[in-house]
């Protein structure tokens, strides 16, 4: 069975930074675009940054110079840097991905979630 899991939330004070983590583990053929979401409380979830196979990134306004996508295709894992981290960027943080798992077939996987907590 397909997973996909996150680690790395926590508290930090603003200004700070936050490395998070996501790895995708089980029967796996192939993992396309891998992404980062992540949803305040009250809000949509929105989407943070998202990585294709070859490296090709995207990110959301909000995070363009303050975060970075990055992911290790043979271990099977998309990081997310965060630096100068602010109140507004409190929320939980959710890992995505499409798969092509060898019995489930190809569809989108989501983690648990994370939580991120700015604050002093």
């Known amino acids: 069975q397909v997973q996909v899991v996150e680690s790395g939330g926590g508290l930090v004070q603003p200004g700070g930074s936050l490395r998070l983590s996501c790895g995708a583990s089980?029967?796996?053929?192939?993992?396309?675009?891998m992404a980062w979401y992540r949803q305040a409380p009250g809000k949509q979830r929105e989407l943070v940054a998202s990585?294709?196979?070859?490296?090709?990134?995207n990110y959301a306004g909000f995070a363009k110079g303050r975060f970075t996508i990055s992911r290790d295709n043979a271990k099977k894992t998309v990081d997310l840097q965060m630096n100068s981290l602010n109140a507004e960027d409190t929320a939980v943080y959710y890992c995505?991905?499409?798969?092509?798992?060898?019995?489930?077939?190809?569809?989108?996987?989501w983690g648990q979630g994370t939580q991120v907590t700015v604050s002093s």
């Open positions: 990585i294709t196979t070859g490296g090709t990134t």
């Open positions: 089980g029967s796996i053929f192939r993992i396309d675009t």
């Open positions: 995505w991905a499409n798969i092509w798992g060898n019995r489930d077939g190809y569809r989108a996987y």
